[in-house]
């Protein structure tokens, strides 16, 4: 069983930067896809952005040159990080864990997942 546990998240006004971070400690993720995943009140969970084995990327069209993810596997933590960020983003962002061929725009795949951390984005 792996435990995915998520961090960074917070109020932010529109334009800011957030770094979330999933941690699993004391769990190998460099064998893994790593994900992170949106999901508000009344709307589909949203595929924000993955990081794979290989490190290869994927990342929704909406969030594209202003969210990066990278994966630091010496200790087992991947970040997303959030600049630009705009009122939409406001989420509670998930993180998971799943092998190669889940699937980044829907979490179908992905076996383990965090409790999620919230984004706010006002002014």
């Known amino acids: 069983q792996v435990q995915l546990v998520e961090s960074g998240g917070g109020s932010v006004q529109p334009g800011g930067s957030l770094r979330l971070s999933c941690a699993a400690p004391?769990?190998?993720?460099?064998?893994?896809?790593i994900g992170w995943f949106r999901q508000t009140p009344g709307k589909e969970r949203e595929g924000v952005a993955c990081?794979?084995?290989?490190?290869?990327?994927y990342y929704v069209q909406n969030v594209m040159g202003r969210f990066g993810i990278s994966r630091d596997n010496a200790k087992s933590t991947v970040h997303l990080q959030m600049s630009g960020l705009k009122p939409e983003d406001t989420a509670s962002y998930l993180c998971?864990?799943?092998?190669?061929?889940?699937?980044?725009?829907?979490?179908?795949?992905?076996?383990?997942w965090g409790r999620g951390t919230q984004v706010t984005v006002s002014s």
């Open positions: 998971a864990a799943g092998l190669a061929g889940s699937n980044c725009r829907t979490g179908i795949g992905f076996d383990f």
């Open positions: 990081i794979a084995s290989d490190n290869s990327t």
């Open positions: 004391r769990f190998e993720l460099g064998y893994y896809t």
